[in-house]
């Protein structure tokens, strides 16, 4: 009896040292997760990179002629962001509304994008399982609604942002802005860091005469953008977007006509008549068949390289045979009348004296 005691008592103190090694277990354990940092316990990272997305855009616009896109720092965490919101509600319908219903404008001027001035942003996004970086451009490339806001001329900064529930299910956003005046936003390390497209060729825009109807059509070449178009000609992007019935998103191609002013708000270019025009408009050939110049070809000639020469008269050779043959006439009347004055001279006798009887009262007197 007393031996089945001492067994039982061993058990007990052989149960009570396990329970006692457990607790301890439990506890270490507890204490070890506690301290853990949340990095450890995070959801499995999502396949690619905001900055892989980035590139990959990039390179497409790079193929169509037009410049990379500048990541944007505020861009790219509000992408981020709807990719967490999105992944934390499974399978959303609609891929644009975010916490509250809020759109990608509403959830950009919250967040102080533009710094109070006016901004454009388009917002485009794709999620499903094993989805890739890659496989969402991919699709956006033949979708008519996303594919203009990849190879947009009106943009000029982006963000990307990946996500994943867990449960092989990825999801991409990327959101497009541009700021009237430019942004203070910009993330200097991703300016600086190097793309993965190459720099495509960019003709610099030049200013385009008036029409003669006062408007003003800029032909779109090799890189240039609606938003390069409208700062170099010094008006407001939406007035062309509005002129030419664009949207936002427009797509624009080398070759293009892009008016920039309507009809009436420029003076038409005044074309001044150079001298070499004016000389081919007076001056008349001659009809000799020599080659030398005529008495008016000369004096054309002269009043077309000294507007402030005095006129001259010029004469055709008959005209100055009339005149020479009148001015001999003259003279020649002139000595005939001369002569015959003289030689009638000597036949004319002056009047004698007449004899008067009356004596002289002025006569000497002897």
Not at 48 to 66: K, Q, T
């Amino acid at each position: 009896m007393n031996l089945m005691l001492a067994k039982e008592d061993g058990n007990i103190l052989r149960l009570n040292s396990f329970l006692i090694s457990m607790r301890k277990f439990l506890i270490a354990t507890i204490f070890i997760l506690s301290i853990l940092p949340v990095s450890a316990l995070a959801a499995p990272a999502a396949q690619g990179s905001p900055g892989e997305v980035v590139a990959i855009i990039n390179a497409y616009r790079a193929e169509n002629g037009l410049p990379a896109y500048v990541e944007n720092s505020l861009l790219s965490q509000l992408a981020q962001g709807q990719a967490d919101w999105l992944a934390s509600q499974g399978t959303p319908g609609d891929v644009h509304a975010g916490p509250g219903g809020t759109r990608p404008r509403d959830r950009a001027a919250a967040a102080g994008y533009g710094n109070g001035q006016s901004f454009f942003v388009s917002e485009i996004g794709k999620y499903s399982i094993g989805e890739t970086p890659q496989s969402a451009v991919d699709w956006w490339k033949q979708s008519p609604d996303h594919n203009p806001t990849m190879i947009a001329s009106t943009y000029v900064e982006i963000g990307c942002g990946v996500s994943t529930d867990g449960n092989g299910r990825y999801y991409y956003i990327c959101l497009t802005g541009y700021v009237a005046g430019g942004s203070a936003t910009t993330n200097p390390q991703a300016q600086a860091a190097p793309q993965a497209a190459a720099a495509p060729v960019m003709i610099p825009v030049t200013k385009a005469d008036p029409q003669p109807d006062g408007s003003i059509v800029h032909i779109i070449r090799q890189g240039q953008t609606l938003w390069t178009v409208a700062a170099v000609y010094e008006v407001p992007l939406q007035q062309i977007i509005d002129l030419n019935g664009y949207t936002e998103s427009q797509i624009i191609f080398p070759g293009d006509e892009v008016i920039v002013a309507p009809a009436g708000s420029a003076a038409p270019p005044q074309v001044e008549p150079s001298p070499t025009a004016e000389l081919e408009a007076t001056a008349t050939p001659s009809a000799g068949p020599t080659a030398e110049p005529t008495l008016q070809e000369l004096a054309a000639l002269q009043s077309a390289n000294n507007d402030t020469a005095p006129e001259v008269i010029t004469l055709s050779s008959e005209e100055a045979k009339s005149q020479n043959n009148t001015v001999k006439w003259v003279v020649g009347l002139a000595l005939a009348s001369i002569l015959a004055v003289i030689v009638a001279s000597f036949f004319i006798q002056r009047p004698r004296a007449t004899e008067s009887s009356e004596p002289d009262p002025f006569a000497s007197i002897d």
